[in-house]
Each structure stands twice: as structure tokens, then as C-alpha cells.
């Protein structure tokens, strides 16, 4: 009798297992316009506004995401990285395709990122979260991701208005997001 409810135990366990880490599993789309696999996560990496700036300024919190795309066309992989900015009311933000923009600090230093000009496809991997914000997509290499992933540190910095730069920090739960992302996609 015991063994019928042991063989229960470790399939519950199993199923468990397998559920706790389906959110991070990244999502594999074909875009049938182009016959392109895209890879990207469920949705986005939340970033958070340092509360340094809230506290100095006295001004509404603000939001950035990011997130890994793959672009697969037929064994030729290229990667991209997709950031939306969704400012508070009060914040002016410089272009965040104006080069220099946006920079990425990890443990190891930091990297400005360069837009890019993503593939044309029927439906983007991300949507944007606010409709006043702005997206961009930038260059991203498999070194480049396997740094952030290892990194303790992940956060985007955008300059504003008056030469000031706001840092938005990603969450630990972000590194647990972008290795599972790597694991997906084979490396």
C-alpha cells in the first residue's frame, strides 16, 4: 500500500517541480509572414525606479522593462534586446534611441546599449506596457546575455531631461529569468 502512494508522492513532486519553473520557460512563436521563429519570454522583466530619485525629486515612480529576443530565420539566430520605458508624469526622458541613451550596468561594469532595427514581423514579441512610453530594440550577443544572467546586478540607466540619469534595478528573481531564457535556447 505504500508504494502506490510513494509512486503519487514523486508524481505530484515532478509535476510540482515542472510547474514552478513554466513561468520563466521563454515563449517560441513562428511568424508566418516571414517563417521567422521568434524567442522571447512570457512577458517582459520588470524594472524599478531607484527611490533615491523618487525621494530627491519628489517625483512619480516610473517603470522599465526588458526583455531577450531570438530571431531564428532558418539556423541564422540573431539577438535583440527590447526595452520599454514608461515614464511617471512628471519625468521628461531624452529619446531612448538617441545613441547614448540607455546604458545597461551589470557586476562586471557597464555596456551603452545601440539601437537596432528589429526584423519586420506581423505581431512584436513584447507589447508595450503604457501607450505614452517608448520601445526600442537594441544589440544583444550571447556573451552580452550570458554576463546579465550571471550578474547580481542588472539595471538600466536612461538619461532625462537636465543631464540627469535614472537607474531602474531588475528584481533577483530577473537572473533566475534570463538562465532559465539561456537554457531554452540551448546555451
Not at 531577450?68 to 534611441?97: C, S, T
Request: proline share 6%; with cysteine; glycine share 10%.
Amino acid at each position: 500500500m505504500r508504494l502506490p502512494r510513494f509512486k503519487a508522492a514523486l508524481i505530484l513532486g515532478l509535476l510540482a517541480g515542472c510547474a514552478g519553473h513554466s513561468s520563466i520557460k521563454p515563449a517560441e512563436v513562428l511568424d508566418e509572414r516571414t517563417g521567422m521563429t521568434v524567442g522571447a519570454l512570457h512577458k517582459p522583466i520588470e524594472l524599478l525606479q531607484g527611490a533615491q530619485i523618487v525621494a530627491a525629486y519628489g517625483k512619480r515612480i516610473s517603470f522599465a522593462y526588458l526583455g531577450p529576443v531570438e530571431w531564428d530565420n532558418m539556423g541564422n539566430l540573431k539577438y535583440g534586446l527590447w526595452v520599454h520605458l514608461a515614464p511617471g508624469n512628471d519625468w521628461q526622458f531624452d529619446d531612448i534611441r538617441t545613441p547614448g541613451a540607455v546604458t545597461l550596468t551589470l557586476d562586471d561594469g557597464a555596456t551603452v546599449l545601440s539601437v537596432i532595427d528589429p526584423p519586420q514581423l506581423s505581431s512584436a514579441p513584447y507589447q508595450p506596457v503604457a501607450s505614452w512610453g517608448q520601445t526600442a530594440y537594441f544589440e544583444l550577443d550571447v556573451p552580452l546575455l550570458k554576463r546579465m544572467a550571471s550578474s547580481g546586478k542588472s539595471e538600466l540607466d536612461f538619461r532625462a531631461g537636465g543631464g540627469t540619469t535614472v537607474s531602474f534595478t531588475a528584481s533577483p528573481a530577473a537572473r533566475e529569468t534570463l538562465i532559465g531564457y539561456l537554457h531554452a535556447r540551448g546555451y
